[in-house]
């Protein structure tokens, strides 16, 4: 479903408010030149620091501009449960075609508690899921097994993978065959990723 070169683009200010103008601009640049999907408000898109009416503006402007022409996959993701519904909720409301989600951070939850909290999230919420897994910002690791029984879960369709290891990615794919499709989330490793079946 979400293959190829997506961006993951900033969220540009001036004075102290989103910059639509610039958002726009920056939205038709990464389409003219050819990208194959756009995520607002990841972690380039700085969505810690949004309030919730940025963060959903930013997501609805992005729609807006896009105008179906590359899939826009909203980040939606805290280490809150029924904040990640509701970002992803208003997300879908407002037309994304999917929804990027974090891994809970600072709490630091176990291998189940990571799995029930992205299942309690895709089965609120008729949308296409893609996990994001990034150890080095978060603090916990998702591991090969949990990302095998969450490609169960009918609209968990893919993984941002950035643990830095290829390893890993390469065990993601043998145990979640094509479940799941295996995104790059570490630019350096991404060609040694699509070398073990990663597709983007």
């Known amino acids: 479903m979400f293959t190829g070169s997506i961006v993951a683009i900033v969220t540009p200010f001036r004075k102290g408010r989103v910059d639509e103008r610039a958002l726009g601009d920056l939205i038709e640049f990464q389409i003219a030149n050819g990208t194959d999907g756009i995520v607002p408000c990841g972690t380039t898109g700085e969505s ?24 826009v996959i909203a980040g939606a993701g805290s280490n809150c ?39 309690a999230v895709a089965e609120s919420v008729d949308l296409p899921i893609v996990l994001y897994n990034i150890p080095s910002r978060t603090s916990v690791n998702m591991l090969p097994s949990t990302v095998a029984r969450l490609a169960s879960v009918r ?43 990663a597709k983007g």
């Open 155 to 197: 609209n968990i369709v893919a993984i941002k993978e950035g643990s830095g290891s290829v390893q890993q990615v390469s065990e993601i794919v043998q145990a979640c065959e094509d479940r799941i499709t295996v995104l790059s989330g570490d630019d350096p490793l991404t060609l040694p990723m699509m070398a073990v079946g």
């Open 81 to 119: 449960t029924e904040e990640a519904i509701a970002l992803t909720k208003h997300a879908r409301s407002v037309g994304a075609d999917g929804a990027l989600l974090i891994t809970p951070y600072y709490n630091k939850p176990m291998q189940e508690g990571l799995y029930r909290h992205y299942k």
């Open 48 to 71: 810690a620091t949004l309030s919730h009416k940025e963060h959903e503006r930013v997501v609805a402007f992005t729609v807006e501009a896009v105008r179906r022409r590359v899939p």
